[in-house]
């Protein structure tokens, strides 16, 4: 483990549920992010959280929430989701500050199947 | 803001040959360019990097160049092996101010062949 860790790591979901993917962090960071990984598509950026504060929305639909009580923790939830939603969710953490370069460490991600 | 180019999307060499994949970034004032390597149902994980007050860095079988001037960086990788099979995904960042959030490139599959 890289001290990235994402639950579930399969989620099936249909269109009317309401589910939460979970990604916590043991590296001490105080950055973290949510990133979307479709097939053939680039990582695409959805969330930000610089000391739990969300500092990038990348004009993600309201029907993904994320929520970050603490630096460590980080929830992606889902409503009304549609079959296109279907990707890997990749949760990744960093720590910002002191003049090192922002190196992001990924979590396994979690598999979403919407049907 | 930040473009990177990545290319080519796929590469396919033979056990022994070398690989190389190539990015590009539109903004002048990112300093640091990172790789990862994805490999089948597993996490991005980082290789090797480059920071913009060096033209090359070498780690074993890996080496990373960059040109500031063209604003290009290249991952190469020799004697690859089938355990070299994976995505490659390159990214620039411009650390120490301003965003601070990678760019990530396209990926790149790279299949080494037995």
């Known amino acids: 483990e890289t001290g990235v860790t994402q639950t579930p790591r399969h989620l099936v979901m249909g269109m009317t549920n309401k589910k939460s993917l979970k990604c916590e962090q043991h590296?001490?960071?105080?950055?973290m992010y949510w990133y979307k990984q479709s097939a053939k598509k680039p990582l695409e950026l959805m969330f930000v959280y610089n000391f739990k504060e969300q500092t990038e929305n990348n004009s993600v639909p309201s029907r993904f929430s994320p929520e970050c009580p603490n630096s460590s923790h980080l929830f992606l939830h889902l409503h009304t989701l549609q079959p296109e939603d279907s990707a890997l969710y990749l949760c990744?953490?960093?720590?910002?500050?002191?003049?090192?370069?922002?190196?992001?460490?990924f979590g396994a991600g979690s598999r979403l199947t919407v049907l | 803001g930040e473009n990177v180019e990545q290319h080519p999307s796929t590469l396919s060499v033979q056990e022994g040959d070398s690989a190389v994949i190539k990015c590009t970034y539109s903004?002048?004032?990112?300093?640091?360019f990172p790789w990862y390597k994805q490999e089948l149902g597993k996490r991005p994980q980082l290789i090797i990097d480059?920071?913009?007050?060096?033209g090359e860095k070498k780690d074993q079988r890996i080496a990373v160049t960059l040109n500031k001037t063209a604003k290009h960086f290249s991952l190469h990788i020799t004697e690859t092996q089938p355990e070299d099979s994976a995505v490659y995904f390159c990214a620039a960042i411009r650390s120490g101010g301003g965003s601070y959030i990678p760019t990530f490139g396209r990926g790149t599959s790279l299949i080494v062949h037995p």
């Open positions: 480059i920071r913009s007050n060096v």
């Open positions: 990744a953490s960093s720590r910002l500050g002191g003049g090192g370069a922002n190196v992001l460490t």
């Open positions: 903004d002048s004032a990112s300093n640091y």
């Open positions: 590296l001490g960071h105080n950055a």
